[in-house]
């Protein structure tokens, strides 16, 4: 059964920058598509990152392209969302989620679209406020 454990949030000026951690226990991550969401009030879940286990390949929305990018640090089994550039609209509880991955497939950011993911972190507040 994988776990997945978030940090690093916390308040910010904007145009600062801040890293979020998802740690991984249980399983390796390396398995897994892993997908980073936000949620702010009176707003669906919106996904922002995801790095599928297919090669490593990337998807990013649109609002925070070219400022947000997500790694893997697989001897510390822990995915990193590094966020640069914030700005207000980005405040809001980021989750980190997994779902198993393929090699023919990779990860999403529409759950609508693509399907729930299976694991998730217990979320972590980001606020960009001056």
């Known amino acids: 059964q994988l776990q997945l454990v978030e940090s690093g949030g916390g308040l910010v000026q904007p145009g600062g920058s801040l890293r979020l951690s998802c740690a991984g226990s249980g399983v390796s991550l390396e398995y897994f598509n892993i997908g980073w969401f936000r949620q702010t009030p009176g707003k669906e879940r919106e996904g922002v990152i995801c790095?599928?286990?297919?090669?490593?390949?990337?998807v990013v929305a649109d609002s925070v392209k070219g400022r947000f990018t997500v790694s893997r640090d697989s001897a510390k089994n822990t995915v990193y969302l590094q966020m640069h550039g914030l700005r207000p609209e980005d405040t809001g509880v980021y989750y980190c989620?997994?779902?198993?991955?393929?090699?023919?497939?990779?990860?999403?950011?529409?759950?609508?679209?693509?399907?729930?993911?299976?694991?998730w972190g217990q979320g972590n507040q980001v606020s960009v406020s001056s």
């Open positions: 989620a997994a779902i198993w991955g393929t090699y023919t497939t990779n990860c999403w950011l529409k759950l609508e679209e693509g399907g729930q993911y299976t694991y």
């Open positions: 790095i599928s286990r297919n090669e490593d390949i990337t």
